[in-house]
Nanobody, 125 residues
Framework: QVHLVESGGGSVQAGGSLRLSCAPS????????MAWFRQVPGKEREGVAT????????FYADSVKGRFTISQDNADNTMYLQMDNVKPEDSAMYYC??????????????????WGQGIQVTVAS
């Protein structure tokens, strides 16, 4: 069993920056792909960004393109989400996920093996 531990959330003013981290409980664990999702109360969880080390590809939601950057440290497999020029509509609970994404399919992950516990991001206007 692998746990994904998120950190780096909190409150920030609109236009500011935050960096989220997602660390696997075992540094030896490497998923084919990892991703960030977010959810606000009353709405479905939505994909934000995906990174796949096996293809070297990244994938972003249109709403965050040009503002958010997903990356991964190959040394310990920690995943990051650099959030710049944040907006109030970015406020949500952010979850990291590990699994696999079919490059031929739409969507941010095809199979999720593990979820993080979630971390809150609040953007004040």
């Amino acid at each position: 069993q692998v746990h994904l531990v998120e950190s780096g959330g909190g409150s920030v003013q609109a236009g500011g920056s935050l960096r989220l981290s997602c660390a696997p409980s075992s540094s030896a664990y490497r998923a084919d792909c990892m991703a960030w999702f977010r959810q606000v109360p009353g709405k479905e969880r939505e994909g934000v960004a995906t990174i796949c080390h096996n293809t070297g590809s990244t994938f972003y939601a249109d709403s965050v393109k040009g503002r958010f950057t997903i990356s991964q440290d190959n040394a310990d497999n920690t995943m990051y989400l650099q959030m710049d020029n944040v907006k109030p509509e970015d406020s949500a609970m952010y979850y990291c996920a590990a699994g696999w994404r079919n490059p031929q399919a739409r969507g941010f992950m095809s199979t999720v093996d593990y979820w993080g516990q979630g971390i809150q991001v609040t953007v004040a206007s």
